[in-house]
C-alpha cells in the first residue's frame, strides 16, 4: 500500500473495529488522534501501556479497573 493519506485512513479504519480499537489505542500514539478520548479513558490507556511494558501482557479488566478507580470491569470496557 502506497504511503499517504490513504494508508492513515486504512489504519483508523481498522482501529475502528471494535476488537482492534483497544490493541491500537495501546500500541499506537497515531492512532488514537481520531478519537477524542476522555480523561478517564486517558487514564486506562496509560495504565494499560503501562502495565504491557512493565508485565510484557495486556492488564486484566479488573486490572485496570483497580489501577483507575473503577470497581466495575463492565465500566472499563465501556471505556475503552
Do not use: F, K
Amino acid at each position: 500500500m502506497a504511503s499517504g493519506s490513504g494508508s492513515n485512513s486504512a489504519l483508523a479504519d481498522l482501529a475502528a473495529r471494535p476488537e482492534n480499537r483497544t490493541r491500537a489505542l495501546l500500541h499506537s500514539t497515531s492512532i488514537i488522534a481520531p478519537y477524542a478520548l476522555t480523561d478517564r479513558q486517558r487514564r486506562i490507556v496509560t495504565c494499560a501501556r503501562e502495565w504491557l511494558a512493565e508485565h510484557g501482557a495486556a492488564p486484566t479488566m479488573r486490572e485496570l479497573g483497580v489501577a483507575v478507580g473503577l470497581t466495575s470491569t463492565s465500566s472499563v470496557a465501556y471505556q475503552l
